[in-house]
Structure formats: structure tokens, C-alpha cells
């Protein structure tokens, strides 16, 4: 079995964001591998280490910087990894998620996969499409959301996290997507031979070029405005002072409402 | 201008309450761009949802029939023919765990832009959306041609409804019944162990600023003086740390404490979802941007290690 898992690294989220109108400066960033992708990589592994014959290739498109993320998903044992970058990218403020899946179909045709494994959003972009949008685009079926994923001959007994700790049960027959939710697993940690070993591997860089005859597909039909703050018309009061002092008017809000005793 | 298409959501035969905020969204679009809002409703006894939100403001409901589950090969398959049939300016949908499931399949088959989890939707000489990025600590204000497929946020536009008579139009489509490749079984809910925090009046929660499973320690020992019952945010409960039922949020559960006291919690979308019926929050985090800060009443910066082991002594 043939395993692709989609990942994509991320900015960690007490990061300070500094940006103008267009863009993001990203200098100041302390780089991660997204929260959704530990799941996805863990739940990949998990189902080639029970599978014969099973390698799990990654996937991202990213810079160059991300090269350092990429060798924690091999070191923790995926075989083999494909960055993508191209210098259109360079000037986009974001890759949308439909842009994001015509990237990936073309990796997807190359490489053959049985399933494809995303998380279910990225918490930088936020966008929580591009798993359905690549599934749609690469013509494979799909499930959403999943905490339990059992795969049984060419069909996936999925279990999805709707809203209100309400699960939906369902099945999905192959080839499909999954976008994998936290919670689905416990992520391993890279061992120390794993990080040995991940410098060993193969990391493939690909360009638009090299997936396109016509590179000029790769268009995003979304344009950015502007960059804001959020705003906000909440008002709140700070307790300032000592964290004795910060502390002591919590307390007394909490015994003036009826609480502790008060 | 073509009309807007709205797909309203329900599961096992109940309107999701937040349709009535995505249909405020879609009336609001459709009285700028001065054209028609239609809905779409595809489920069991459509005709009959199709009364729940029969409100002031939709010209036309198209319903489809079909099984009472819900299933993302037939909606692509019906809102695509439909798509052909009334070409609309933009088709909206809820950013949930069905619109997510469908709209970015939809977007691909019909090569039209999709415009994911929308705050605000704004047409003047373009449409234009405000998406939020970066744990909710950026916005972008995003532009697209139309047609285009916009998920919007739930509980963000009012949901304040009058009275309407939409005509209502059975759609004749035939589903390609090979193309479903798609099943859902059956559904379940999280079970309730000995705590319901749903009906818990003084919730202390913790989020992922504790660290550690063994810090937990001094989130019960404060719990318990002050007589609070613990929640937390979902990675505690991602990491095993604490059971399912005591997370908090969108794909946990809804609370309504007088008091909600966030201990080392950002305040994701997710997150906030569930909180919003709180009289009092009170939250503590020692970043100062932290989202959480912008839903609570009163706030603390600081480090919870120093501030707890106080307030843990102001109820001894
Ligand atoms: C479909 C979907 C459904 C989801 N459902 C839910 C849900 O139901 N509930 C939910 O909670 N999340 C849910 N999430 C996850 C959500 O997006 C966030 O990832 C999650 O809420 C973050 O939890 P957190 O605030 O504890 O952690 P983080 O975002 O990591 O925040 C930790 C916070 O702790 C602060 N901190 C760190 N150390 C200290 C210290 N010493 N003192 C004080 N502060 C400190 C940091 O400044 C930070 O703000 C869902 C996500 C998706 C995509």
C-alpha cells in the first residue's frame, strides 16, 4: 500500500505577527510541523507498519525553510518526502486551498498513492478545505473529520467528529482522502536513530515545471485586499499588580457572584 | 444578476439552528448584489424543512428527497445540477463539518473559487470576504470572482427571522447512483461519565498552557476550593489527559456557567463556539494577544504557575 500524507509546516501560535497590507514577515517565526499533520504522519506509519508492502511518501509545499520539518517526518519514519516550490509562489501571500489541490493532484498522478492522508486544517491558513478539494480534484473519494480510520480490503470504516460531541460512523471505498483530526492517535516522537537515519532519505524538491507542461495553470483565483488586526468590540478589565494582587481580585469576583465560599 | 443559493444544514431531520445565521448571510448578499435569495434543503421530507425556514427574505426554496443521512456524493451531485440550472451569483454554505465536507469538492468540480470560513461578506464592486488566519490573530480580507463558493461562520450573523412565503420547487434530478461512493452507518454521542459540565455553574478549564499532565494537579486542588468543576480546552483531551466529556467547545460541549474561569487557553474559534452562553469569564494567559481575551469579561496577563498557586490560597 501506497500512502501519501499532505503536511505542511506552520508558525507556532504565541508567535508575534508583524505584517503590512500584503504580506507577512516571517522572519520572526518559530516553525512547526502543523498540529493536524503529527496525527496524519502517526496515522500514515501506523497503517504501513500493519500493511505489507506499505511506504508513506510526504508531501509540502513550502520554501526551502521547512526542509528542517520535513526531516522530523522522516526521521519519524516516513520514506520518503516531495517538496514542492516554485518562484510564482514567492509572491502569493498564501496558497489557497484550491490552488493547494491542483499542486497536489499533479504530485498525486506521479506518485500513485492508495490513500491520501491531510490534516484536517492548517492553524496558519485556516482554511480546512484542501483535503476535499484535492480528493475532488484527483477524482478519489473522501471522509472529513476522522478520529478512527479501519481499512478493510477497498473499503474505510471511518469514524467522523461532527459538532456537539455528536460522531458519525460511515464507510468509504478506496481510493480516497482522509483528513485526520488530533485526538485520532498518539504521535511518536522521532528516536534518535530515526533523526540518523532521516538525513539518509529522500527529500525530492519539484517545481512547476516539473509538474506542468503549462505552469501557467497554477493560478490563484483569490486575491488578497489587506492584512488587518482583528477587531473587537468586546470590553474587558485587566487585573494588574503582583500575581498575588492579580490573584486577590479574581477571588473577589468570584465570591462577590455567590462562588468559594465567598 | 442570477440569484444567490443558500444550502441549508440539518441532520436526522432537525434544521441546524445556525442555518437561520447563514440564511441572514445569504439574504444580506443578495439585497447587494439586488437579486433573488433561493435555498437549497436536500435530506428526507425536505418539503417539510422547507417549512422551518420559510422565512422573510427567500424567494424561492428547491428541495431535493433523499435518505435521511446525510451524504456528499448526492450533494455534489444535486447542488452541482442545480448550479447548471439557475446559475447563481455565489452558492453559501455553513463552514461545519458537513459544509467543509462538501463545498471544497463542489468548488473543484465546478472550477469556481472557494472562499473558506467567512466573518463578514461584503459586496460593492467585487465580493469580498474577511477569513481569519493565524489562530484568529490575523484577518485577511480576501477577494474572488463571482460565481464563488463561500463557507461562512457559524453564530456570527443574527439570527432574528421573520415570517416568509418563498415558493417552494421540488427539483427533478437523477443521481447517478455509482458515483456514491460514500455511506453513513449510524451516528453516536459522547457518553456522559459522573461530571456534566453542561450544567456546571463555576468552570475552571485548562488549556494546553499547563504543560504537563502532572500540573493538573494544581488545576484540582483550586477547582476544589473554590468548589468548581474542572473542564479544558480539547488538546488536554487529545493528549488523554482528561476524559472526552469534560472538553469544551465545538466538537465537545456547549457550557452556560455564571462563571467560566480559562486557564492557559488561547481562545481558538473552536473553542470560543462553546463558551459564548457564559455570564462571567474570567481568563488568564500569559500572552497578551491571545484571542481568548477578546470574549472575556475580565482578564489576568500573567504566568498561570504564579497566579494559581495565589488564588488557590484565597480560597483556603
Ligand atoms: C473541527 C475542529 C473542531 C475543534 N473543536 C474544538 C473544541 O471543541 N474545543 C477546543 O478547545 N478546541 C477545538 N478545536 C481545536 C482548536 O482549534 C485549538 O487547537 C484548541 O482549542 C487550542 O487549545 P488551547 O487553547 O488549550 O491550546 P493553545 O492554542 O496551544 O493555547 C495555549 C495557551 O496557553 C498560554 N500559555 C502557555 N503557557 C502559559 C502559562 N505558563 N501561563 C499562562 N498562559 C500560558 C499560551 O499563551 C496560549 O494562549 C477544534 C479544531 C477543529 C479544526
Known sequence: MRILVAITEVATPDDTIEFSDKSITESNFTYGLNEWDEYAIEEAIQISESTANSDVISVTIAPPRAEKTIRMALAKGVTKAIRVWDPQLESLPFVDPRLKAKILAKVVSTISPDIILTGVQSSNDCWGSTGVALAAEVGFNWATLVTDLELSGDVAHVRRELENGVDELAEVTLPAVFTIQTGINEPRYASLRGIKQAQQKELETLSFSDLSTDPEEFQSNINLIEFSLPTSDNTIQYFEGTPKEQAAQVATIIKDLGFGGG | ?316
Not at chain 2, 416568509?164 to 437523477?174: F, Q, T
Not at chain 2, 481568563?283 to 496577563?301: C, L, M, Q, R, T
Request: proline share 6%; net charge negative; charged share 20%.
Open chain 2, 1 to 316: 444578476m442570477s440569484p444567490i443559493l443558500i444550502i441549508a444544514e440539518h441532520r436526522q431531520g432537525i434544521i441546524n439552528p445556525d442555518t437561520f445565521g447563514l440564511l441572514t448571510a445569504g439574504i444580506e448578499l443578495s439585497t447587494a448584489l439586488d437579486t433573488e435569495a433561493h435555498v437549497a434543503i436536500i435530506g428526507k421530507d425536505p418539503e417539510k424543512l422547507a417549512q422551518d425556514i420559510n422565512i422573510d427574505g427567500i424567494h424561492t426554496i428547491h428541495t431535493f428527497s433523499t435518505s435521511l443521512t446525510y451524504n456528499h456524493d448526492i450533494y455534489v451531485q444535486t447542488i452541482s445540477s442545480l448550479f447548471n440550472k439557475i446559475k447563481p451569483s455565489s452558492i453559501l454554505s455553513l463552514h461545519t463539518s458537513t459544509g467543509t465536507d462538501y463545498c471544497p469538492a463542489l468548488a473543484s468540480i465546478l472550477d469556481v473559487p472557494l472562499l473558506p470560513d467567512a466573518i463578514a461578506i461584503n459586496y460593492t464592486d467585487q465580493l469580498e470576504i474577511l477569513h481569519e488566519m493565524y489562530s484568529s490573530k490575523l484577518q485577511a480580507k480576501l477577494a474572488s470572482p463571482l460565481p464563488a463558493i463561500i463557507t461562512v461562520r457559524a453564530g456570527v450573523w443574527p439570527t432574528e427571522t421573520a415570517p416568509g412565503n418563498a415558493s417552494i420547487e421540488p427539483l427533478n434530478i437523477s443521481i447517478n447512483e455509482d458515483a456514491i461512493n460514500f455511506k453513513v452507518k449510524d451516528y453516536e454521542e459522547t457518553p456522559i461519565g459522573d461530571v456534566d459540565i453542561s450544567t456546571s455553574d463555576l468552570l475552571l478549564s485548562v488549556g494546553r498552557g499547563i504543560g504537563d499532565e502532572a500540573n493538573l494537579e494544581l488545576i484540582f486542588s483550586t477547582a476544589e476550593a473554590m468548589g468548581a468543576t474542572v473542564s479544558s480546552s480539547r488538546p488536554i483531551v487529545d493528549a488523554g489527559w482528561l476524559p472526552k466529556d469534560r472538553q469544551v467547545g465545538q466538537s465537545g460541549t456547549k457550557v452556560s456557567p455564571s462563571i467560566y474561569l480559562a486557564i492557559g487557553i488561547s481562545g481558538a474559534v473552536q473553542h470560543i463556539a462553546g463558551i459564548k452562553n457564559s455570564k462571567v469569564i474570567i481568563s488568564i494567559n500569559k500572552d497578551p494577544k491571545a484571542p481568548i481575551f477578546d470574549a472575556s469579561d475580565y482578564g489576568v496577563v500573567g504566568d498561570l504557575f504564579e497566579i494559581l498557586p495565589a488564588l488557590l490560597e484565597e480560597f483556603r
